[in-house]
């Protein structure tokens, strides 16, 4: 048991060469094999370009339209903050939004107050 208030004690040992026969002999790691990532282009996001969808197919940006803001406002005040995919279903949105657009978007608009 070790007193916490002691200084503490001084171990001391000789050589390790006494000890050279009982050291075990560990395996080298494994050389992985991998495959190269493809290379970025100017407009990725990963090289600083403002980049597409963030996983999403290669389609043009959809800017949300007043009535589908409406359309989250009203989702918000009647189902909750959070259910967006329940908000998703239920109110009027363009085809590609998902549910994590709606969240995005509404942090977006409590953000510059909006809401």
């Given at each position: 048991?070790?007193?916490?208030?002691?200084?503490?004690?001084?171990?001391?040992?000789?050589?390790?060469?006494?000890?050279?026969?009982?050291?075990?002999?560990?395996?080298?790691?494994?050389?992985?094999?991998?495959?190269?990532r493809a290379r970025l282009s100017?407009?990725?996001?990963?090289?600083?370009?403002?980049?597409?969808?963030?996983?999403?197919?290669?389609?043009?940006?959809?800017?949300?339209?007043?009535?589908?803001?409406?359309?989250?406002?009203?989702?918000?005040?009647?189902?909750?903050?959070?259910?967006?995919?329940?908000?998703?279903?239920?109110?009027?949105?363009?085809?590609?939004?998902?549910?994590?657009?709606?969240?995005?978007?509404?942090?977006?608009?409590?953000?510059?107050?909006?809401?």
């Amino acid at each position: 048991r070790v007193n916490p208030d002691s200084p503490g004690q001084k171990i001391t040992w000789d050589s390790d060469e006494e000890d050279d026969d009982q050291r075990v002999a560990l395996p080298s790691p494994k050389t992985l094999s991998y495959r190269p990532r493809a290379r970025l282009s100017r407009g990725s996001p990963a090289v600083g370009g403002k980049g597409g969808s963030g996983g999403k197919s290669e389609s043009k940006r959809v800017r949300w339209t007043e009535e589908e803001v409406e359309s989250l406002k009203d989702g918000v005040k009647s189902i909750g903050e959070g259910n967006w995919q329940k908000i998703l279903e239920r109110k009027k949105f363009h085809t590609t939004r998902s549910a994590v657009d709606l969240k995005d978007k509404w942090r977006n608009l409590k953000k510059y107050n909006h809401v």
